[in-house]
């Protein structure tokens, strides 16, 4: 073994140059976020929870309803209903709901703001629709909170969609977190080993995906090699 | 670029739907001559792949950062039909567990992202990466970054149609649009410079330096590579040209349900054309007899019995109490744990 | 006061999780070699991650060299890129923290960044490759590595920086005779130099002068 050089062993005063590594930090929080909601899906309501087949449908034919809606009283309606059972919750639960279906009526609001200021006249149009996407969000929103994914993913088998699919989603769905993971490791060593000016970000971020798409494929070997080993037989 | 419920009308995301089924049918059985049985699991792998791509925060200039969508990438790597199929499921997963774009907008949102983006820009990448001259490495980094660059930017465009033909197709009996107000004389600029300027370079850069890596250290994982199998365009026509099909006649479906076609008249879309840069329709003959202050009123609560509106109050007012009071109370229940 | 210094910190995950620690105390003074033992789920990696300042505890505090580190503090980039540079960490996992195409790039990944002239950028990774005796990979990817080589590779990087203060976590785990060997007495020129090691593994693997202090969770 050889002796370490001089310049680890030296006393090197560092100061670090100014420069964003914004992107990672951003990233590991999109992907934390991710593995929270799929991970950890605390439904809210278990005791009377209608079969996720029976909601998935309803939460489809509410939403075309909803979109079809043009009037005060349906929308009266959706908001009576809506809220009404929103409040039986509790304020946690209810800050979820509300949080993403209030950010998404302000984007709209935003997106409609020219169309109000160039034709006043279609005012009430446009808060109808911001109306519509907040009531819109806030069902999907109460459907995801009240529904487990695998739950979501025996609905659509239920539906008579192909099994091909709904394998595939299954899949899909476990390999968002193996992989997720694995962006969450090879980021957080990125961040740790982040210390200074990177002026080749851009091999960075091709390193961290192409790195993923590597391992996704051997992982795909490997989960073959698995489903052929407990008697699969290439019948999708 | 993901669009949200009620942006687009009932019938425009059942007639994209429609659209995808037989782009999906195309797809799966490709994907099942294509593909040997070990590879099958990679569609699912490949969707997960694409939902986490999507979710990156790729560095742009000075701190700030934006997303790609990654479709042609994936159709680099995966090859195109198992990325038409990996996509629409990460759409599937994004609108229906995380909320992101809408579940009546899913087949819309599929048609841009999950077909027009992945085949465009694939089809674009393989006949520049032919005539640049096969094998070269840069050459085909090259045709990638074009490739990803026309694909996002045809996906926005289709988009943007998607929203532009709303307003002339579904509004009320005073003319107001009843899902996205805006034409395609504002729609298709407010999707496109964007996108031109912005995402498709991210689409374009992210493309190229993840397909860099790849190329440098596993090239034989990259679809098509290994076997040197080239694949023919022609092999899409088919199903190109059903779908162009079923756009062109989606107006005739609309005829034939008798939604406002009769007010798409002529006169119409020259006053789209003559009016650019504003919204298309400014009300010429309703301006009149239509001011801010008229509508609320009457126009609401007209229709329905007194009582309904009542209970229907009482129950709405009680139950946002009922939520601002647990809101309210959210941030001390917080400090007393 | 410490040179690394938890005091009485508690630390959950998520608020309705049950907490990791409660009232924890670690500490190391500089130049010394700590080992962490404890099972799995005795909060190790959560240990490691409050030192890395990827997590910070709820309540108590983590100081390092005199300064308190938060959240806010490590907020602002440049202190961030100054602590992570102080503290080396080699995952469990070496695998996942490779991201570049060749050996040579991921070693001097950090130097680069550092602003010094190429001509020391290649000394320090010239000489990190010297110190593990894998000169001959530098043009190899490390995707393409075996898990020992990954694990070599990863520690190189790690040093390159020059850190204050090494942490290890199971540096042993998944290396032959030969290699785990090498790494020990690189652990000795380590220490001899007067770095701080906080390192978790098996006792077996140690050597008793090699280490100061044993810390069980």
Known sequence: MNELP?????????VPPKDGGAFIVKTLQTIAEIMTRIQVQHGHEKRFALPATVKFVALIGLLIILSLSHEPLPLLIFAAFIHAYLCTWSARDIWLILKTALFAAVVAFVLLLPAIIFSPAGLIRCLVIVIKVFFGVEMVNIFNHTTQWNHITSALRKLHIPAVFVFTLDITLKYIVLLGELIDGLLTALLLRSVGKNDGKYNTVGGVMGVTFLRSAEMNQQMYEAMRCRGFTDDY | MHIPENYLSPATCAVMMTAMVPVWGHAIKKIKTELTPEKMPMLGVG????????????????????????????AILFGPNAACIAVSIALLIQAVIFGDGGILAF??????????LPYVGYAVYRSLKNRFGGHLDRAGLVAAAIGSYIGMNAAAFFAAIEFGIQPLLFKDASGQALYCPYPPSVSIPAMMIPHLVVAGIVEAVFTVCVLAFVKNVAPDLIYGEATGQKEKASSH??????????????PLGLLATGTAWGEWGADEIAEIETNGEALGYTPQGLADGWELSVPMPDYSLDGMGEVVAYILSAIIGVALLIIAFKLFSLPLQAKRE | MHYIELSDVTFAYAPDEPAVFCGFSFFAKKGECVIVRGDNGTGKSTLFRLLNGLSFPQKGRFMFDGEEITAAYLKDNRNAKGFHKRIGYLFQNADIMLFNGKVYDEVAFGPRQMGLPEADVKQRTEDCLALFDIMDLSDKAPYHLSGGQKKKVAFAAVLSLSPDVVILDEPFAGLDRKTAAQVVDLLYSLKKSGKTIILATHLDEMPDDLYDRVVCL
Do not use: K, R
Request: charged share 5%; hydrophobic share 60%.
């Open chain 2, 47 to 74: 969707a997960a792949f694409s939902f986490l791509a999507m979710m990156f925060n790729v560095p742009l200039v000075g701190g700030t950062t934006g997303h790609a969508v990654g479709g042609t990438l994936i």
């Open chain 1, 6 to 14: 001089d310049w680890m062993i030296e006393d090197d005063i560092y």
């Open chain 2, 107 to 116: 087949g819309a949102n599929c048609f841009n992202m999950a077909f027009v």
């Open chain 2, 237 to 250: 026509f088919p199903i190109f040209a059903l779908v162009a099909v079923l756009i062109a006649a989606t």
